[in-house]
């Protein structure tokens, strides 16, 4: 009963490693036909370039959305009473 545990668990095994390996060569091969098409995307999206207006509304919102979260956390902590740690 044992010996039979053991092969049934030994073929469970091969069959997981063959798919494996199967799923692997499938990623290489699509990434092989697939390349063409994402050099295109590539240059695609390297190309175009955010402009400096841009990256200054972007760092003006992450310092209004640092402040709301501040003020969010000080007035949940002012609501409990005291901080407490877990």
Do not use: C, W
Request: glycine share 4%; aromatic share 4%.
């Amino acid at each position: 009963m044992i010996i039979q545990g053991l092969k049934l668990t030994l073929l469970g095994m091969m069959v997981v490693f063959s798919f494996l390996i199967l799923l692997l060569i499938i990623i290489h091969l699509s990434a092989k036909l697939l390349k063409p098409f994402t050099k295109k995307e590539a240059s695609a999206l390297t190309s175009h370039k955010p402009s400096r207006a841009r990256e200054k509304k972007t760092t003006d919102d992450n310092l209004k959305l640092t402040a709301i979260i501040s003020a969010a956390i000080s007035a949940h902590r002012s609501r409990i009473g005291r901080y407490r740690s877990p």
